[in-house]
């Protein structure tokens, strides 16, 4: 069990009402079902949140994190996108992950999820803050990362770095966010929803440098990202940086191996394992 979270019997105020959970477990349910799983039993049980993601998705580790920083137990299901479970329409029409189930009520799109966690366990650790300006400035903020860094992310993986409008787009947006964002976290001395928001995209940037042929310059942005990997919850909950540019790769060339979802599990034991600085020197010996 990762530090920091709500073990076995949690107690948590869902809307007026009080519940106990039963055990919560943080455990690998389905690893990347595909059309011919059957719907997981894990779905139908009370008081359980289930996480339906795909290990390198962007938008579902907004999730883990956010779960992670909460302390909120919950059971994962990966899934193979190329091959979607007929159940997975039955919880999000369009198909996508990530979904939130909880007492058979299911939450989809990033930031309503985000905003679900909040209002459904206020007693955890918040994402928002409580005034109406700065809950706006939060939405703006995660806004302005979904219209402006996504799409030029996207162009620019597509491209393998070609595309100079997506290379541009990028680079003034960047621009305009290091200058809203603050060190160490994004509003000053909190962890909020924006970091959460901005963090799998600036970590992509970054892992994906030669792929995207692109150099993210911010000093800010630079700044903050050293901050924020290194907090337990980014730290616990991020996803392998080799096997995020394996699947990039495949990604790029139209052809997403979502096989290797299978392989991110459990993802502690392989994270960045080629790349820290013992195994190189024991690949240099
Ligand atoms: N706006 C959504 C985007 C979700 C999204 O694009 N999910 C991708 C995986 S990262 C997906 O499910 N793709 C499969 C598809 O679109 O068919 C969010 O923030 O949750």
Redesign the pocket.
Known sequence: MSPGRIPGTARHIIGSQNIVSSILCHSLQVNMANKDTPRPAVLNERNTISLLG?P?????E?IRLALGWKGLEYAKIDID?SS?PPWLFDLNP?????VLVLNEFAV????I?LEYLDEAFPSTKRLFPSDADHRAWMRLFANFV?KRIVPAFWGLLKSKGQSMSDRIAMDEGLDILSRKIKVPFVIGTDLTAADIVLFPWVKRLYTLTAMLRFELKQAQILQWYDGVVAHEVFANEASSNNLMRRFYDSYSLGKPDYTLGALAIPERELRDEPETKQALLRQNK
């Open positions: 795909m390198f998705c962007p938008s579902t907004r996108l979607k369009f198909g996508q992950v990530p989809y799109d990033s930031m999820c979904d």
